[in-house]
């Protein structure tokens, strides 16, 4: 699970791409929009035991049957058209910040450490999905892999992410997705954002720590979605979004989580959105 628009984290920066709640549309709509709002409870920062409360917000849409999202700091586009098929192939670009240690941490020992630039990360996805696949014809399994490369010179690292999601109506105006996902790091990555220096260090009384790239954390994530106007796919809904992440290997044993914080990462979201 992510942690992560200007100044504020919004409220979708700790879900994963496929977990990012999608709300079911007409399928006879070739272009629609949803606006949403809310608040989010997220960790200080990756590996924090200190949690925070973020407002924020997700803007998503369809134009020409083109899919997009700006949800939380990341861009995606959909560069291949929805045409309604029971099997549906997704790529296109994926542009986001990393805001991950850039402020607002709470724990003395890794604020110490100092803050940390804005990173930003320039990649794309691809994925496919299985319409109707158990409960009814709108139900949908997705599998998909994202891939970002900083530009910005931040960590001079990428970061890969698998995702598996299903989603499926419980009713008309009821929607659940459940998505399981793992964060793939480069070294540059690992080392800035769970590394000390000698000279941190010494700045914070945290043991010096180096560490190689690798898998950083597997996350699990629950979305539901409930029409306040009789039908999910336009007009107002309340959305509420759960999940839990668990650092791994030299991630979770770096000093800036063992020491200062926790493996254990979890993530709650409440609020509005309106699709028209």
Do not use: C
């Amino acid at each position: 699970m992510r942690i992560l628009l200007a100044a504020l984290p919004l409220i979708l920066i700790a879900a994963p791409l496929s977990a990012q709640p999608r709300l079911p549309t007409a399928s006879e709509d070739r272009n629609n929009l949803t606006f949403g709002l809310g608040v989010a409870v997220t960790p200080s920062y990756a590996g924090s035991n200190d949690y925070q409360l973020n407002p924020g917000g997700i803007i998503r849409g369809k134009v020409a049957d083109f899919n997009f999202s700006l949800q939380g700091p990341r861009l995606i586009v959909d560069a291949i058209r929805d045409d309604d098929r029971k099997i549906d192939v997704q790529a296109g670009p994926v542009i986001g910040l990393n805001l991950n240690r850039v402020n607002r941490i709470q724990d003395a020992q890794v604020k110490a450490l100092g803050d940390l630039d804005l990173a930003v990360e320039v990649g794309g996805y691809a994925g496919i999905s299985w319409n109707g696949v158990l409960t009814s014809r709108f139900d949908r399994l997705s599998l998909s892999l994202s891939y970002q490369e900083d530009v910005s010179g931040v960590h001079r690292s990428h970061i890969w992410r698998p995702q598996a999601s299903y989603g499926a109506p419980l009713d008309r105006s009821s929607f659940v997705l459940l998505s399981v996902d793992a964060t793939i790091v480069g070294s540059g990555f690992a080392r800035t954002y769970f590394g000390v220096t000698p000279d941190g260090a010494a700045a914070s009384g945290l043991a010096a720590y180096d560490l190689d790239g690798g898998v950083q954390d597997v996350g699990l994530n629950l979305v539901g979605i409930r029409s306040l106007s009789g039908d999910v796919r336009r007009g107002w809904a309340a959305f509420a979004i759960g999940g839990y992440s668990r650092l791994l290997g030299d991630f979770a044993d770096s000093p800036i989580v063992a020491d200062a914080g926790s493996a254990d990462q979890f993530f709650g979201a409440l609020g509005l959105a309106y699709t028209f």
